[in-house]
């Protein structure tokens, strides 16, 4: 198998701490967005969509998109669980995952790429390019602060974003939650339940690598 | 169980049809987006982010989110498989899902939501309230135009989203490429692989509840 990486992008990072979580060791190749190379012919050659991650099955199917590879992940290498054990197990981690994706990860890159000057005209991560949207910037921060309270509430009555036990569901939160420090934004100091679980998380050997 | 649906949205009509690809029968209840129910108080204390579709399962859980609702009862009843049976399968599986969310039912939802006079203040779903941001419904109706591009090309190759058998991402797929009406947008006539993907999953009873 081969994975594609890129250490900035929260993204890759998901990706890289599910298969961190699952003990696999995978060999790597670093792709910089930084330096455009995900728009590179050699790698689009790879993944025609421009992005990371992207996983090469021991099939030699390609995998683009963080939820595709931790299904294949799940499937393929079982224990531990980070996607449920039962169906209502199941349901509740894709259930909060895509919560966190459209209240957390979507606004914090809306935020992000619709206003910094090394995004420009690159609103949209992929082949093609978007100018960038300043209401859009705008309105991503005022759902972040909502987003923020939202976690704050469900992290009051649950130890982890899904249920009982750790989960995609927590990988996918702890990543948009680091990155959102690239928009000057973080759990408010209030927020005792967030930020005692982010320590958790960040405690992890898989969220330092 | 109990499944909370709305037959004008297409995010409900993707989890009805899911649940008639699997031959099941569920006590079924509508809540009228056109009436506001979704932001009833009642409907709030089933699901207070106020999205349809809902499955309450049969063992109490409340799941919110296409992707929670078919992962449960893919898990529950996994006869036929529909999210794939190999791990590739089910990766790659989960792959076109998310492009096409991305690609296609993201780009239509912000093209509509942005524009008609129905949605005013209605940007995204849930909750809370947004403004409309016009330049958003512009560049959603440019997207879906790339979106019908990288459609056909992917049907050229293959004869199912996913690959050699239907699945989610079919349901996904003919879901919004079917609700881009809304936005007067249609498979171009010279698409003939779109076109005929799209008749033969006309064809099937899911797609006619």
């Not at 728009?39 to 993944?47: P, Y």
């Not at 976690?151 to 009982?164: C, K, N, Q, V």
């Amino acid at each position: 198998m081969i994975f594609y990486d890129c250490s900035t992008a929260p993204n890759p990072r998901r990706a890289r701490m599910f298969i961190a979580e699952k003990g696999l060791g995978i060999e790597t190749r670093e792709i910089s967005i930084a330096k455009g190379e995900q728009l590179s012919e050699s790698f689009r050659a790879v993944n025609p969509r421009a992005t990371v991650p992207v996983l090469v099955t021991d099939g030699g199917i390609v995998l683009t998109e963080n939820l595709a590879i931790a299904a294949f992940l799940e499937a393929r290498f079982p224990e531990p669980p980070l996607m449920g054990r039962t169906p209502d197990e199941k349901g509740l981690v894709l259930m909060w995952n895509a919560i966190v994706e459209q209240q957390g990860g979507a606004p914090i890159g809306e935020a992000l790429r619709n206003s910094h000057p090394a995004f420009k005209d690159r609103a949209i991560p992929g082949p093609s390019n978007h100018t960038q949207i300043p209401e859009l910037a705008q309105r991503g921060r005022k759902r972040v602060t909502s987003f923020f309270e939202m976690l704050e509430t469900r992290l009051t009555e649950s130890p982890f974003i899904a249920g009982d036990v750790f989960s995609l569901a927590d990988i996918s939160t702890f990543v948009f939650v680091d990155f959102a420090r690239v928009i000057k934004m973080r759990i408010p100091e209030n927020n005792t339940a967030s930020l005692e679980w982010f320590q958790a998380i960040q405690s992890r050997p898989s969220a330092n690598l």
